[in-house]
């Protein structure tokens, strides 16, 4: 615990020289993509920049100057799998983007989406000595929490106080200058697999770049897709992507839950390649120009030639109507969507207020997504884009890119964590982990 309280507080530090001289890329290491973008940081906002505790910040203080994709190689399952193939891909999308940018990185901050992620909800509570709540009393009263026993090989990954009681009054954003007897907080901690993230750093040195934060992919496709009312009121966010699909619940702004499921837009590929018997590029071809998964009459009719190159003339010329195609599609897409649907009755997401569902992600672009989710999600379900930042390239503005956009946010304004403060770290007896959703339920 301590050794890591330490890495993220020298990542943290990084973060911040890293905006100080101006520039930073931001890596997105994705299963079908890697994705690239290099920062840049004007002075008028830095000083601006309010440490400590708070909801995201408005969008501003910077702009992307370089954007790059390639194709990701060495990722499964939102995990690095070959590591040289992986540093390859890296290595080529951080070049490309520094050439764009016409400047040279020396600090990533990175996100992904694999490595088991498990939600904690902890709570802590302090008498006041001074009646006023000081920066030492919250730090006070975040190492109140007790934390559970999250077992051997795990690594926090993000702890974040999202609610502050006062005496009686809970619901508060930041305590600090004001008055009461006892404070008392509830905080949200991420744990995944700590191989997952060490892999990733090891990956990123051998780049020759210094990894300046790591952030969950679930959590910052959350913050670039979900409209501020969603994330005030209560919202899911679910982020289709190659390998994995991510699950995030904001309420009052923060993350309270995250979740991911092993399965993505490669299975659905995946399963047309096995279906029509053609090879994987075909595979993808044929999804993303005609793939859907509401079937109508006409789809009967509307014939797709399968173009092969395995030079048997018979077999390169088949076609297959637009309907079977649709009927391949169809079932792995419910079954992500019915896994999803399971992720969020574990976390009480029908106790929220509010109950928006934003698909995001490569994978939310198959026609007819939105109409299916909300069969078995629930009514309200819209198709989410990351927010506009300044200077992302068109290319860059679709949904496959709302984490490279949110952890674009997340560098610009990273909310307050539990290493931002001075904080005594022990050890602390368990504590049941079901609380992660009890406490809006008793405060909204």
Same mark, same amino acid.
């Given at each position: 615990?301590?050794?890591?309280?330490?890495?993220?507080?020298?990542?943290?530090?990084?973060?911040?020289?890293?905006?100080?001289?101006g520039v930073v890329a931001i890596l997105d290491v994705g299963s079908s993509k890697i994705g690239c973008l290099v920062l840049r940081f004007d002075g008028s906002d830095r000083e601006m920049e309010v440490e400590g505790v708070g909801p995201m910040a408005g969008q501003a203080g910077f702009r992307v100057i370089g954007a790059a994709t390639t194709r990701s190689r060495g990722v499964r399952f939102g995990e690095i799998h070959a590591m040289q193939e992986t540093e390859r891909a890296i290595r080529t999308a951080v070049q490309a983007a520094q050439k764009m940018a016409n400047i040279r990185v020396d600090h990533v901050i990175a996100c992904f989406s694999g490595g088991a992620p498990r939600s904690y909800g902890l709570a802590g509570a302090i008498d006041l000595e001074g009646h006023v709540v000081t920066e030492q009393d919250v730090s006070r009263v975040l190492s109140a929490c007790?934390?559970?026993?999250? !077992?051997?090989?795990?690594? $926090?990954?993000?702890? +974040?106080?999202?609610?502050? /009681?006062?005496?009686?009054?809970? @619901?508060?954003?930041d305590p600090r200058g004001q008055?009461?007897?006892?404070?008392?907080?509830?905080?949200?901690?991420?744990?995944?697999?700590?191989?997952?993230?060490?892999?990733?750093?090891?990956?990123?040195?051998?780049?020759?770049?210094?990894?300046?934060?790591?952030?969950?992919?679930?959590?910052?496709? !959350?913050?670039?897709?979900? $409209?501020?009312?969603? +994330?005030?009121?209560?919202? /899911?966010?679910?982020?289709?992507? @190659?390998g994995t699909t991510g699950l995030s619940i904001f309420m009052k702004k923060h993350m309270i839950y995250a979740d991911s499921?092993?399965?993505?837009?490669?299975?659905?590929t995946g399963d047309i390649s096995m279906g029509l018997g053609v090879p994987t590029a075909t595979a993808?071809?044929?999804?993303?120009?005609?793939?859907?998964?509401?079937?109508?009459?006409?789809?009967?009719?509307?014939?797709?030639?399968?173009?092969?190159?395995?030079g048997d003339w018979e077999h390169d010329r088949r076609t297959v109507s637009r309907a079977e195609l649709i009927g391949i599609m169809r079932p792995r897409v419910e079954e992500i969507l019915e896994e999803v649907r399971r992720r969020l009755d574990a976390a009480g997401f029908e106790h929220l207020p509010s109950q928006q569902i934003v698909l995001t992600g490569g994978g939310s672009q198959i026609p007819g997504l939105d109409g299916l989710a909300s069969r078995i999600l629930g009514q309200q379900v819209r198709l989410g884009r990351p927010l506009r930042v300044h200077g992302l390239p068109q290319s860059a503005t679709g949904p496959g890119f709302a984490s490279a956009v949110g952890l674009c946010l997340f560098a610009a304004h990273p909310q307050d964590e539990w290493w931002d403060f001075e904080i005594p770290v022990d050890r602390y007896p368990a504590r049941s982990l079901r609380r992660a959703v009890k406490w809006f339920k008793d405060n909204w």
């Open positions: 615990m301590i050794e890591l309280y330490e890495s993220q507080r020298a990542m943290r530090n990084m973060r911040r020289a890293a905006m100080q001289r007790e934390v559970p026993e999250y !077992g051997e090989g795990r690594e $926090v990954l993000h702890a +974040q106080p999202v609610n502050f /009681a006062l005496d009686h009054r809970s @619901g508060l954003g008055m009461g007897m006892r404070l008392a907080t509830d905080m949200h901690m991420l744990t995944v697999d700590a191989a997952a993230i060490q892999n990733l750093a090891h990956c990123v040195k051998r780049c020759d770049l210094e990894l300046a934060g790591v952030a969950s992919s679930s959590y910052v496709s !959350g913050i670039s897709a979900m $409209v501020e009312d969603e +994330q005030e009121l209560g919202g /899911a966010c679910i982020d289709l992507g @190659g499921v092993k399965m993505g837009g490669d299975h659905v993808e071809r044929i999804k993303t120009f005609y793939g859907g998964v509401v079937a109508t009459g006409m789809d009967d009719r509307e014939m797709i030639e399968i173009g092969g190159d395995t």
